[in-house]
């Protein structure tokens, strides 16, 4: 008797987790490899084609019927179809109404109908519940099961009931959805598939003109210069010294750009008196791309790096080491150690050893599985603390590198200053402006402003 109860037991488990039936419209790349997975994750699939014979690339253990037969098996129908094909629904509209449809659809570019596919949709069939989702993950992602750059799915929908159905399916999937809210969020999620590193663009665009302003400023300054007035072939300086002058300039104007919008806006609060009234725009989306600005920024930084390791053996370094021993083997001189000079060039070195360390501890803090373990003090600390000193540290390194050649005319060649100098102009201006506003004058009315004071409240308390 208890072994009999003990079977009964076991099999009970299997009944109640018995899955729905899921309906799926269209028989393409992705409504194949969606049917395939919901089929490995246990729910019973019915294909509903124009064509009902069974193809070799439908998953076996799917039922191929026409559209009417396989939305009268199943409560959930997927369409998996392109929004131009959506006419075929208009007959079915009887047979539909009260189901659950899932629209998947994305468009070629954005904003590309006046209204989402998913509200052109509950237009066609007014009597279903529509509900948007799995726009976002590819079938390659589905197919493969590599879905860790896809695995969170965007769902809207007016109805709660049906968009709890749809949210039931991507957690059986091994997916995670987000709940947008209503239909009305459907055109934002239809323009996210089409969103090419829409955080990226500034950052991008930004570092190209800097490459492209200091490459064509040091190739004036240290190609076609010595070239005019010397007679002398330097053009081999392009794809080493040049390479190694602008990687580390851009990163420290980058950096740099990192904490100017922090500056800009505690001034911008000082001046209002209050911090409930919206920054202009372009602040706004500057401070938005502050974290792909650092890792661009340390991208630079770590070229430049690996272009330092390699200086010893460029055959111009080696040639110029070479001639100098030489030289001072025929006069039979030796140059003593000058230790100025070598403390300038140890400080130099070990402060950009100490900067680069730190910048690769904000890029590894930035991650989203470290900075998901750090609470929001210790982020704050190490991104605005430890980001500061590492701006400090890079602006002497600068300094010291070049700090001696401030004064002197032969470094200003048609006038032009050394690129590094230009380099130091942002980062410096962000360090003064940020000494400044630590005074306590400053400091403990912006404080206050930042917890909720008003200079002048709308509002009488």
């Not at 980062?427 to 402003?449: A, E, G, Q, S």
Request: glycine share 4%.
């Amino acid at each position: 008797m208890n072994k009999n109860s003990s079977n009964i037991m076991a099999l009970a488990p299997n009944t109640s987790n018995k899955r729905e039936t899921v309906c799926i419209f269209g028989t393409g790349d992705f409504g194949r490899a969606l049917g395939h997975k919901l089929i490995q994750s246990g729910y019973p699939v019915v294909f509903g084609s124009r064509s009902t014979q069974t193809s070799s690339l439908i998953p076996k253990d799917a039922e191929v019927l026409s559209h009417a037969e396989a939305a009268q098996k199943a409560a959930i129908i997927i369409i998996a179809i392109q929004r131009q094909h959506y006419n075929f629904l208009t007959p079915l509209a009887e047979i539909l109404h009260g189901k659950v449809l899932v629209d998947i659809s994305n468009n070629l570019k954005i904003n590309q109908y006046p209204e989402s596919n998913a509200e052109y949709l509950a237009q066609l069939v007014p009597g279903a519940k529509v509900v948007k989702a799995f726009n976002t993950v590819s079938a390659w992602a589905l197919q493969s099961g590599t879905l860790d750059a896809s695995r969170q799915v965007f769902v809207c929908g007016d109805d709660m009931e049906a968009k709890q159905m749809v949210m039931d399916i991507v957690r059986a999937l091994g997916l995670t959805p987000l709940d947008q809210g209503s239909l009305l969020a459907a055109q934002e999620i239809e323009n996210y598939p089409l969103q090419l590193f829409p955080m990226w663009k500034f950052p991008i665009l930004l570092s190209l003109g800097l490459i492209a302003f200091f490459f064509f400023y040091c190739l004036i300054r240290d190609v076609i210069y010595p070239y005019v007035y010397e007679n002398k072939d330097y053009s081999f300086f392009i794809a080493i010294s040049i390479t190694n002058r602008i990687c580390p300039i851009s990163a420290l104007i980058l950096l740099a750009l990192v904490y100017l919008p922090g500056v800009l806006a505690a001034i911008i609060q000082l001046y209002r008196g209050t911090k409930y009234r919206r920054f202009p725009d372009w602040l706004d989306k500057w401070m938005l791309c502050r974290k792909q600005l650092g890792l661009v920024a340390l991208a630079f930084a770590s070229l430049h790096v690996l272009y330092t390791l390699v200086i010893p053996i460029r055959s111009f370094v080696r040639w110029r080491i070479s001639s100098q021993t030489v030289s001072q083997a025929l006069n039979n001189k030796t140059e003593p150690l000058n230790t100025t000079n070598a403390w300038l060039s140890d400080s130099y070195v070990a402060l950009g050893i100490l900067g680069f360390f730190l910048f690769v501890l904000l890029g590894i803090t930035s991650l989203p599985s470290v900075s998901n373990n750090v609470n929001w003090r210790e982020f704050r600390f190490v991104q605005s603390k430890l980001g500061y000193l590492t701006l400090v540290l890079c602006t002497a390194h600068t300094l010291v590198y070049g700090g001696k050649w401030f004064l002197s005319p032969s470094s200003y060649r048609w006038y032009l200053p050394s690129a590094y100098m230009l380099s130091l102009i942002i980062p410096c201006t962000v360090l003064v402006i940020k000494f400044v506003l630590i005074f306590p004058c400053l400091d403990r009315p912006l404080t206050r402003i930042r917890q909720g004071w008003e200079r002048n409240p709308q509002y009488p308390e």
